[in-house]
């Protein structure tokens, strides 16, 4: 088997979609979904408020891409990209996370099992607010498709293709 037929790319979507901006992860993986046509070896999934049970499709992952709301000290909306080290990094000093367990947990896993995907970032949305709401905040609405044309960019990057997304809607074209 060739190294790009052994490629799994996740696209990972966290949050808690009825507390509103703590949602932007979930959000933006659905954005993203709706906009671009992946490969099959491209996996979207919401990951909800994070589990043990994500350990193995993340360890199966040579490419990980984690959308989620995150403390970035920064005006509501903004949208800020973490890639491999940096994104070690800016978890291990984000603290305790609200989520079961938290997504450096994860990442310390697949670090201990040797399956660290050598590929990796989070796409990070400064929340406004954290109260209940399906929807996010006035101040996200943005946010939401920066963070989608920010992960195609990248997965552009990585693969190292411009045509390996395609737009679903053709009024829109892939970045």
Known sequence: MGKESQSRTLILGIGNVLLS??????????HFGSMYEVPDTFVLLDGGTLSFTLAADIESATHLLVFDAASLRSPPGT???????????????????????GLI?????????????????????????????????KALEPAIPKAAAMASSLLQQWHGDTSILHAKNSGIAAL
């Open 21 to 30: 901006d703590e949602g932007a992860g979930i959000h933006a993986l659905n």
């Open 79 to 101: 949208v800020q990209c973490f890639e491999g080290a940096e994104m070690d990094g800016f978890l291990a000093k984000g603290g305790r996370s609200v989520h079961e367990v």
């Open 105 to 137: 947990d994860l990442l310390d896993i697949a670090r201990l099992v040797g399956r660290l995907p050598e590929h990796r970032a989070l796409i990070g949305i400064q929340p406004e607010t954290l109260t209940w709401g399906e929807q996010v905040s």
